[in-house]
């Protein structure tokens, strides 16, 4: 915008992950400020005609509207799913049949450009003229073919939504190449756009940049090839373009073939509301008379009715639930009526069916059971749904321990909610292997590729992973060049000074703060960072530049999107450097585009439950007949154990127990024998209490303080006193910080 452009296309290198951030910001910082400027969503793809190869031709696919944006990110997945290692890179080709494959069933929604000088239009003249100049015949006639066949088959696959790209390098090979390819836009009649291959964004910003590349150690000429990569201004391209020959009414004539593609873009939004996808359950019938009982409660009524079966199934299935152990009755129904009434009003707001969730999430609980794997008791406020409950999801009725609801949701929330599950890690792969394949025979009929049918129905999200101050330290100087360090700053130096730089609570501090202060946190710059910073000239600039940048991905440790009907309606999917397929987009993304993740976490407690079944069984102690789920239920759910029983706590106090989910560690361990739990709500609390970090240094930490106060309740009653509370303040306080002893601990458990 500030260089007068009238819209920007932001690609990567066979990727799609940033465009949801840059959609995003379009819709809410220049959209309204700025209507007429556009962004278009681009890749850069490698083209190829086979696999394995050589030569990995850089392409440009540009969406022209939501069906070519969906068409870039099922080629941009296909390219993943057929990457391959190749002389210690990994290569993520897109075949030419696969693209003609999928532009060729619905044609006319994207744009095609031959890219830098890297593509095969570029590479191609390159060779031509080397050949020429050698009098090498034989591979001047096989490089002008090759030119001749390749335009020929983008004209043939895009038409008028090809175009040529020329860039305003002035480098020897690049004015080369734009000077024959005015040829061959004449020859062939194709239109040239100019374009900024734009590698970092100001000219400035080349040596960080610079750096970054330098610091991985490869053998690679960075200042030749980047020396243009930048973000061009109309009169800088004008400037350089005159090296080519180009005078300027000519390159105005290509700033007004770049409109074209302005004209073409629309300016669509990736953003949907969240759909939960679809699972097989019980069609209840629509009952036109629901129990009588229930006319007091409007919402529970009211699903009987409704038109849609998720609503009837989660209603008959609760109802049915509580009438199979004897709580149909005015607490619980009024507690489900609330329950109901929270979904129906935060569905409305965000255009879904909130009840679709839980019933999708119970579905899958039944299948995890089913693949052998114990499912954990709950986590946190996912307990506090009496809905959750009954479904069989959770193990823990709300009413009987006192769970309030609005811990989980009320009125105000705004997303589907969130449910951790916890499964065997020796049944994890297993489990996600069943989803992943029941999802993908729900795919849409015209989906017929088998790598995306038996790899995309779910799929674990991604993360990336950014340089902290601490290793931009390292990086930039590693990537550092100059007279007097040609081949970087040394290692011993470069630790030296990333030690200098200081942790606080667990927060490393940013390198800004290290070298200029920061009084809004009360930080003071350390002299002797700043000292041996000052000693390396641009070192300072190389280190904030590269501060914060993605430099890895990775895997979710539990987030696992559950794909729908289509799997390119929300996302994109790529490999981790390991080879597990994730998505492109990170979780936040891919939430705001309207996909739904669901977290299977692993604890060896769910190993060590099933592993006492089948000991149990195996020596006759309980029915060997029963399965998984049944001898569970029978004699480990928590509904039938004897939780009062003092010879346990007793161990649990004196921290002599074998095990103990989430208090066998050290800190776990003091924690018990300090609080001396006589119930699960103390032992949670001891759970959350060892998380708690403290206000200060040299200050009661918050166990001590709960211990305090729970063996002389006086003197929480003398804490109160000092913020003066009014009595009916204490008493709406009370109603919550009682079975904590005033210690408000509830978001740590």
């Known amino acids: 915008i500030e260089l007068g452009l009238a819209g920007i296309s932001i690609s990567e290198h066979e990727c799609v992950s940033s465009h949801v951030k840059a959609n995003k910001y379009y819709q809410e910082k220049i959209k309204e400020k700025y209507p007429n400027f556009k962004i278009g969503l681009s890749n850069e793809i490698y083209l190829v005609d086979e696999i394995p190869c050589e030569d990995h031709y850089h392409y440009i696919l540009t969406a022209i509207d939501e069906i070519g944006y969906r068409q870039i ?18 290569r993520v080709d897109t075949l030419k049949k696969d693209l003609e494959e999928i532009i060729e069933k619905n044609p006319g929604h994207i744009i095609a450009s031959s890219a830098c000088i890297g593509g095969e239009l570029g590479k191609s003249i390159l060779r031509l003229t080397a050949a020429e100049k050698i009098g090498d015949k034989v591979s001047a006639e096989k490089y002008h073919n090759q030119i001749v066949n390749f335009i020929l088959w983008n004209k043939k696959i895009f038409g008028d939504n090809f175009y040529i790209e020329v860039q305003p390098g002035i480098s020897k090979e690049q004015i080369t190449v734009n000077q024959r390819l005015l040829s061959i836009s004449n020859c062939f009649n194709i239109k040239m756009i100019p374009t900024s291959d734009t590698h970092y964004l100001r000219p400035e910003d080349r040596y960080v940049h610079k750096a970054f590349l330098n610091s991985e150690n490869k053998e690679r000429e960075v200042d030749a090839f980047y020396q243009d990569a930048y973000l061009h201004s109309d009169e800088e391209m004008i400037e350089k373009f005159a ?158 321990w006192d769970f309030p609801f609005f811990r989980y949701m009320n009125r105000d929330t705004d997303g589907l909610g969130d449910i951790d599950i916890d499964v065997c890690p020796s049944k994890v792969q297993t489990i996600v292997s069943k989803i992943r394949e029941e999802r993908g025979q729900k795919f849409n009929s015209n989906i017929t590729n088998p790598l995306i049918r038996e790899n995309l129905g779910a799929v674990y999200v991604c993360t990336f992973g950014t340089e902290s101050s601490k290793s931009a330290v390292q990086t930039a100087c590693r990537g550092y060049r100059s007279e007097d360090y040609p081949d970087g700053i040394d290692i011993d130096t470069s630790q030296y000074l990333s030690s200098l730089i200081p942790t606080e609570r667990g927060f490393v501090w940013s390198i800004k703060d290290v070298y200029y202060g920061n009084p809004d946190k009360d930080r003071k710059p350390i002299p002797a960072f700043i000292q041996e910073v000052n000693n390396y000239p641009g070192l300072l600039d190389i280190m904030l530049g590269i501060e914060g940048c993605i430099s890895r991905r990775g895997r979710h440790a539990s987030g696992v999107l559950f794909n729908g009907e289509d799997p390119f309606e929300f996302n994109a999917y790529m490999k981790t450097p390991s080879g597990e397929i994730v998505s492109q987009y990170d979780l936040h993304d891919a939430e705001w585009c309207g996909a739904v993740k669901m977290d299977i976490l692993v604890t060896e407690i769910q190993d060590k439950i099933v592993q006492t079944i089948k000991f149990l069984q195996e020596d006759n102690l309980i029915e060997k007949e029963l399965s998984l789920k049944e001898a569970y239920d029978k004699y480990l759910h928590p509904d039938v154990l004897p939780l009062k029983d003092k010879a346990t706590w007793h161990a649990i106090q004196e921290a002599s127990t074998l095990d103990l989910f989430q208090l066998d560690s050290d800190i776990g361990r003091q924690g018990a024998k300090k609080v001396k739990p006589e119930s699960i709500i103390e032992m949670s609390s001891v759970n959350g209490l060892i998380r708690l970090m403290n206000a200060g240094e040299g200050q009661e930490t918050w166990i001590d303080k709960y211990v305090r106060f729970k063996n002389d309740r006086i003197q929480l009653l003398d804490e109160i006193e000092k913020y003066h509370l009014s009595e009916t303040e204490k008493t709406a306080l009370g109603k919550y910080l009682n079975h904590t002893h005033g210690i408000g601990i509830s978001q740590e458990q």
């Open 73 to 90: 990110k099922e080629l941009s997945t296909i390219a993943w799913l057929n990457s391959y290692s190749s002389k210690g890179l990994t």
């Open 243 to 400: 090296l080519s020959g180009f005078d300027s009414l000519f390159v105005q004539q290509l700033f007004d073939n770049s409109m074209e593609l302005y004209n073409k873009i629309e300016q669509f939004s990736l953003f949907h509301p969240q759909q939960v996808p679809k699972v097989d359950v019980e069609n209840y019938p629509i009952c036109i008379n629901p129990p009588a009982e229930l006319k007091k409660y409007p919402n529970l009524y009211r699903m009987y009715q409704s038109e849609d079966k998720i609503d009837r199934y989660w209603i008959n299935t609760c109802i049915n639930k509580l009438k199979e152990i004897n709580k149909f009755n005015e607490i619980y129904l009024t507690e489900l009526e609330e329950e109901a009434d929270v979904k129906t009003i935060i569905g409305n707001k965000l255009n879904t069916n909130m009840f679709a969730y839980p019933v999708c999430l119970a579905h899958y609980i039944k299948m995890m059971w089913e693949c052998g794997s114990s499912i954990g008791v709950g986590r946190g406020s996912a307990c506090s749904a009496l809905n959750h409950y009954l479904l069989g999801i959770t193990q823990l009725d709300p009413i009987e």
